[in-house]
Every structure is written in C-alpha cells, then in structure tokens.
C-alpha cells in the first residue's frame, strides 16, 4: 500500500480550506455587492422616478401631454437608460421613449413583478429587478405605480376602485453594474489570493518546523523500532507537547530495549538449561507449533541447531505430515492431555527427514500459558522425549556396571582358593625348616598351589570374557560352555539364596554364530532375573537342545511368575518389577536386543506363579543353509 505522505494531505487540506473560504467569501461578496449597486441604483431611479412622476402628475393635471412625452423621451436619451414607458393598469403602453411601442399591450411587464394582480390590486410600492430580455443582454427595470389621487379621481374614479392611474416603467443598462461588480471582485480576489499564500506559507512553515517534523523524526524511529533496532531514539527539540511525546517515546524506546534485554538473557539461559538436559525436550503451543526445542531433541530429528525447530509443525517434525495428526491414530498430548489427565507417557516412532526411524518414549504435560492459569484454558504442551536406541545400547561401561552384582560371588570364589594356597606355603615353609629332606610332602603343597591358582585364573579369565567389549564379526560359540561358564560366576550368590541349580545340556555340545561375551550377558541376565524371581529360594533349570535347524535355549524357574497384566511390558525400556524395587528395566530390554542382534528370538513360554521359562531360538551353526545364508 503506498504510503500516503502527511505534508501532501496537510497541503490539499490547508489550499482546499482556504480556497473554499475563499470563494465562499467572494461568492457573498459579490451577492452583497450586487444587491448594493442594484440598491443604490433603485435609490437613484426612485428619486428619478419621483421628480419625473411629479412632473408627469404636472403634466398630467395641466393636461400637457406633449410635455409628458417631451419629458419621457428626454429621460430615455439619458446615459444608463434603455427605455421608459407609462402603462396604464391594462398595461397598454400610454408613453414611451420609443415611439413604436406606443399602444402596444405589455401586460407581461406588470406580471413580472406582480404575477397575481389585477388592475385593482396593483401594488402601490415601487418595485426593482434584474431580468434578461429576450434579445440578450441585462437590465435592471424599476415598476413605479402613479397612485389615484384627489385632484386624478375627477377623470380615473374613485382610489378604491382605481387606487393606481398608471406605472412608470424605466429600464436601466446593467452591464455598468455588473462589470463594476466583476471588476471589484477580481481586485478582492487578487488581494484574497496574496493573503491566502501568505497565510498558507506561513502555517506550512509553522507546521512543518513544529509538527510535520517531530512527526516525520517519530515516524522513522518507530519503524526502525519496528524492523528490531531498538537502539532508535527521536531527537527532542524544544519544550512543547511534540518535544514531550518524543521524550515519552525515548522513554519507551529505552524500556523495550532494555525488556528485550532482559527476555533474551533468560532465553538464552532456558535455553542453555534444557540443552543440558540429556533427553530431548520442546514445547509445543496450542496451534501445533515448536515453541522452543533443545540440542537433544534437534539431534533426534536429524537437524543442525534447535533454532531451525521453531515455529515448524510437530506432527511435520514427527511424522513428516502436511496435516495435523489423527487422535484416534496417534497419541497427540493436545488431543489427549486435560485437568482430569495432565500428564500422558507413550511411545513414538520418529520419522525423520532422511527416511530413518527413531524409537522414542515421550512424557508430556500441560504448561499453563500463565501463572495461575486454569488447565482448561489455553496452555502449553511440554514433551520430554528419551531416545529408546541410545537408552538399550549396552555399552562397556554398562557391561562393568552389571558384572559389579556379581563381585561379591567372585570375591568368594577368588578368597578360598587363594586361603588355601596360604595355608600350603606356611606348611612349605614349616617343612622347609624342620627339614631339607621331605620332598614329597613339599611337592603335595605345591601341587595343590597349583590347582587353586588355576581355579583363580579360570574364574578371572571367566569373568573377563564377559566384560570384555563385543567383536564387530561373529564367532562360533559353543552354547553349553558358554552357560557353565557363566553360571559358575553366580553359584555364591545362588547357594546364598538357597537355590538350587539344573543343567539339561544337549551332548551334541550345539554351537552358534554370535559374539561369546553377548551370549554370555544374555544368560547373565536370564538367570539373575530367575535369582531376582526366587526371593525365599527355589531351582533354576537351564536346557539347550537342537530343534531342525536352529538350536533352543530356555531357562526356567520356580518363582513368583508374571502377572498377564505386565505380561506385555516385561521388555519395554525401563518397565521393572522386582520384589527388592532396584531394578533399572533395562535387563529385558537389552537381552532382547542382544538376541536379536544376532538373528535369534526370544519368547516367554511360561509365566505362571512356580514355573516361568524363557525360550531362545538362534540358528544352528552346524546347519548348512544357516552356515551359507551367513556367509552370504
């Protein structure tokens, strides 16, 4: 929209002001003027009409009637005078001043001034009026009735029924009158034209120094506020109210800035709070927008910063859709989230720009849009969102950090051995002393040094295997070693328990193609979980047979079972129910991973209270096919 400049429109409306009043003043200039001339004409052709009605009276009486047209034609020789002519009450013309009217009936003459009369109820006033005649021009015509009087009545009647004898018509040029009138006009309106420029140059000047640029000064400085320049201030000239209302705009200018200051101050620590936060985070408005979102989040959706998130669409983040999500579809916390539900946790697939998937668990809640607020009105919707592959990934660390709950059975499996080769080297020692001779019990203690070193290495190098990190390429690995192994790390904490301990080993000795240390935590897991379900004691049982082409793991025990109503989250990150509450929910999790890593299933067989079995499937490493499909 162009812009429509203040000055222009002062300009317009100052000249358009003036120029009215202006014309208004000439146009009744001119309406008084004229009635001025045409009254002081009327004056001066009255008293004519009256010196030449006396003299007509005269003639009249002396019945000199070549006197009278002597007079009539005398008065029409005068300069200003068109014509003058007598009329009787019929308006037939008695006398004129030219010749060849004489007779006529002008009748039309008596109707202009008096259209309603009759020879009767003629007026008895003088009467004078502008009119155009039909051969052009302008005249100003007087109607001056010669009333009846005493002396007239012997030859008109009697005044009642003849109150007029007959009217002086006299018609005047007007031209004089309106050129006059013109010529005073246009010297009044060259004079009004001076006065009106001098008076608009001088109003322009005063508005234009005292308004129209403090205006224009405002103006500039408010669009510059407007385009974020808050360093924008108006100079302050002068002590008038356009001085003050750029001091208060300063005022303001100055407020803004230093609240924008403010605002992005804490901005920039909410954000630098939430980035710190590990998880993803971002706050979503009432209309499907990002309000604010942190790195995390942003390395989620595969973006560079969290500053690109803002204002975008969460289900076009999400889900890559132009539309907002179907509720019944999808779990939207602004569909869903209410005062009787303020809070939602679900799980979310997020689809990213590349075409990738990310699994994620998301806990949102309602943040009033205002302190105090009411939930029902418009609020905010706050989204933690934990990435589920980061959440399973089992590091090394995480390795260490498991293979800590074994330290107290392998400090025990570690301490007897090693008190046994003690007591050996005090009785070498003793023997050494008393005697240089007795070998063969010296070799005894030493033998049995020996043994017991070896039952240390064997369940160091146990305990290694298990926290070493995984190989990137699989191995073949003999199943039933692999459980002995690992379940002779936990026989302390077992035998502490009261729990007995089953192996139904297929003597086949079935072997797979995975990584030894993960097959190793996979039983760890299973049969602390079976530990963890045994809380007064009860019997682990281990089984491995070979089933066709793959080869079946399963682990049972008498526990408290599961619950059906848990039944379906037993392997969802996080979920834990054990009796002692120190679980971390990740045990499942990662044992299912793990499994699936390697190209195996795991399911629950069993689950009720006294017997729960988890059964393993993995391709069989000595099956052909299996073999040929890997190797492809």
């Given at each position: 929209?162009?812009?429509?400049?203040?000055?222009?429109?002062?300009?317009?409306?100052?000249?358009?002001?003036?120029?009215?009043?202006?014309?208004?003043?000439?146009?009744?200039?001119?309406?008084?003027?004229?009635?001025?001339?045409?009254?002081?004409?009327?004056?001066?052709?009255?008293?004519?009409?009256?010196?030449?009605?006396?003299?007509?009276?005269?003639?009249?009486?002396?019945?000199?009637?070549?006197?009278?047209?002597?007079?009539?034609?005398?008065?029409?020789?005068?300069?200003?005078?068109?014509?003058?002519?007598?009329?009787?009450?019929?308006?037939?013309?008695?006398?004129?001043?030219?010749?060849?009217?004489?007779?006529?009936?002008?009748?039309?003459?008596?109707?202009?001034?008096?259209?309603?009369?009759?020879?009767?109820?003629?007026?008895?006033?003088?009467?004078?009026?502008?009119?155009?005649?039909?051969?052009?021009?302008?005249?100003?015509?007087?109607?001056?009735?010669?009333?009846?009087?005493?002396?007239?009545?012997?030859?008109?009647?009697?005044?009642?029924?003849?109150?007029?004898?007959?009217?002086?018509?006299?018609?005047?040029?007007?031209?004089?009158?309106?050129?006059?009138?013109?010529?005073?006009?246009?010297?009044?309106?060259?004079?009004?034209?001076?006065a009106v420029l001098f008076s608009a140059g001088a109003a322009w000047w005063f508005m234009r120094r005292y308004v129209l640029q403090p205006i224009s000064s405002l103006d500039t400085a408010s669009h510059a506020l407007s385009q974020?320049?808050?360093?924008?201030?108006?100079?302050?000239?002068?002590?008038?109210?356009?001085?003050?209302?750029?001091?208060?705009?300063?005022?303001?200018?100055?407020?803004?800035?230093?609240?924008?200051?403010?605002?992005?101050?804490?901005?920039?620590?909410?954000?630098?709070?939430?980035?710190?936060?590990?998880?993803?985070?971002?706050?979503?408005?009432?209309?499907?927008?990002?309000?604010?979102?942190?790195?995390?989040?942003?390395?989620?959706?595969?973006?560079?910063?969290?500053?690109?998130?803002?204002?975008?669409?969460?289900?076009?983040?999400?889900?890559?859709?132009?539309?907002?999500?179907?509720?019944?579809?999808?779990?939207?916390?602004?569909?869903?989230?209410?005062?009787?539900?303020?809070?939602?946790?679900?799980?979310?697939?997020?689809?990213?720009?590349?075409?990738?998937?990310?699994?994620?668990?998301?806990?949102?809640?309602?943040?009033?849009?205002?302190?105090?607020?009411?939930?029902?009105?418009?609020?905010?919707?706050?989204?933690?969102?934990?990435?589920?592959?980061?959440?399973?990934?089992?590091?090394?660390?995480?390795?260490?950090?498991?293979?800590?709950?074994?330290?107290?059975?392998?400090?025990?499996?570690?301490?007897?051995?090693?008190?046994?080769?003690?007591?050996?080297?005090?009785?070498?020692?003793?023997?050494?002393?008393?005697?240089?001779?007795?070998?063969?019990?010296?070799?005894?203690?030493?033998?049995?040094?020996?043994?017991?070193?070896?039952?240390?290495?064997?369940?160091?190098?146990?305990?290694?295997?298990?926290?070493?990190?995984?190989?990137?390429?699989?191995?073949?690995?003999?199943?039933?070693?692999?459980?002995?192994?690992?379940?002779?790390?936990?026989?302390?904490?077992?035998?502490?328990?009261?729990?007995?301990?089953?192996?139904?080993?297929?003597?086949?000795?079935?072997?797979?193609?995975?990584?030894?240390?993960?097959?190793?935590?996979?039983?760890?897991?299973?049969?602390?979980?079976?530990?963890?379900?045994?809380?007064?004691?009860?019997?682990?049982?281990?089984?491995?047979?070979?089933?066709?082409?793959?080869?079946?793991?399963?682990?049972?025990?008498?526990?408290?079972?599961?619950?059906?109503?848990?039944?379906?989250?037993?392997?969802?990150?996080?979920?834990?129910?054990?009796?002692d509450q120190r679980g971390t929910g990740l045990g499942l999790t990662i044992t299912r991973t793990l499994v699936k890593q390697h190209g195996g299933q795991i399911q629950v067989a069993e689950h009720a209270a006294g017997k729960t079995a988890f059964v393993l499937h993995f391709p069989?490493?000595?099956?052909?096919?299996?073999?040929?499909?890997?190797?492809?």
């Amino acid at each position: 929209m162009p812009t429509q400049h203040l000055s222009r429109r002062f300009i317009v409306f100052l000249f358009g002001v003036l120029g009215l009043v202006s014309v208004c003043f000439l146009l009744m200039f001119y309406y008084f003027y004229s009635a001025q001339i045409a009254d002081e004409r009327t004056q001066a052709s009255h008293s004519v009409s009256l010196l030449l009605k006396s003299s007509l009276e005269g003639a009249m009486l002396r019945r000199d009637l070549p006197g009278l047209r002597d007079i009539i034609s005398d008065l029409g020789k005068q300069e200003g005078v068109k014509e003058v002519m007598i009329l009787n009450p019929a308006g037939e013309v008695r006398f004129a001043s030219q010749p060849q009217r004489l007779g006529q009936i002008e009748a039309a003459i008596i109707q202009q001034f008096c259209p309603d009369c009759t020879a009767a109820s003629l007026p008895l006033e003088p009467v004078t009026r502008f009119f155009t005649p039909s051969n052009g021009g302008e005249l100003l015509r007087t109607f001056h009735p010669v009333r009846n009087k005493p002396e007239c009545m012997q030859c008109h009647g009697s005044a009642a029924s003849h109150p007029v004898n007959g009217i002086l018509v006299v018609d005047y040029d007007a031209a004089p009158i309106r050129e006059k009138g013109w010529v005073n006009i246009l010297m009044l309106t060259g004079a009004g034209a001076v006065a009106v420029l001098f008076s608009a140059g001088a109003a322009w000047w005063f508005m234009r120094r005292y308004v129209l640029q403090p205006i224009s000064s405002l103006d500039t400085a408010s669009h510059a506020l407007s385009q974020g320049n808050l360093a924008a201030r108006v100079p302050v000239r002068g002590k008038d109210e356009m001085a003050n209302l750029a001091s208060t705009f300063n005022h303001m200018a100055e407020r803004l800035q230093h609240s924008h200051q403010v605002l992005q101050s804490r901005e920039q620590f909410l954000q630098g709070l939430i980035d710190a936060v590990p998880d993803g985070v971002r706050v979503i408005d009432p209309y499907f927008q990002i309000v604010v979102a942190n790195r995390a989040y942003a390395e989620q959706c595969g973006v560079d910063s969290a500053e690109s998130l803002r204002q975008q669409y969460c289900y076009k983040v999400t889900y890559q859709r132009d539309t907002p999500c179907p509720p019944s579809l999808r779990s939207c916390p602004l569909a869903t989230l209410s005062a009787e539900q303020p809070t939602l946790k679900f799980m979310e697939t997020l689809h990213r720009e590349d075409g990738s998937l990310l699994s994620t668990e998301v806990y949102a809640a309602r943040l009033p849009v205002t302190a105090g607020a009411d939930l029902e009105s418009e609020c905010l919707v706050v989204e933690s969102v934990r990435d589920l592959d980061k959440a399973v990934q089992y590091s090394h660390e995480q390795k260490l950090a498991s293979l800590g709950e074994l330290a107290a059975g392998v400090a025990h499996e570690i301490h007897n051995p090693l008190a046994s080769v003690r007591i050996a080297l005090q009785a070498s020692d003793q023997i050494l002393d008393t005697s240089q001779e007795n070998v063969t019990e010296l070799k005894d203690y030493l033998h049995l040094v020996d043994e017991q070193v070896e039952q240390c290495l064997n369940v160091t190098r146990r305990l290694m295997k298990l926290g070493t990190l995984a190989s990137g390429h699989p191995e073949l690995v003999e199943v039933n070693g692999v459980i002995r192994e690992t379940l002779s790390l936990l026989r302390f904490e077992r035998e502490q328990q009261g729990i007995g301990e089953a192996l139904q080993l297929d003597s086949s000795n079935p072997r797979i193609l995975a990584a030894d240390n993960d097959l190793r935590m996979i039983i760890l897991n299973l049969a602390q979980n079976a530990f963890h379900a045994m809380p007064a004691g009860g019997e682990l049982r281990v089984i491995t047979r070979k089933q066709g082409a793959t080869v079946e793991i399963r682990v049972e025990d008498s526990g408290t079972g599961i619950p059906d109503a848990i039944l379906a989250h037993i392997f969802d990150p996080f979920f834990s129910r054990r009796h002692d509450q120190r679980g971390t929910g990740l045990g499942l999790t990662i044992t299912r991973t793990l499994v699936k890593q390697h190209g195996g299933q795991i399911q629950v067989a069993e689950h009720a209270a006294g017997k729960t079995a988890f059964v393993l499937h993995f391709p069989d490493a000595d099956d052909v096919p299996n073999v040929a499909q890997e190797a492809a």
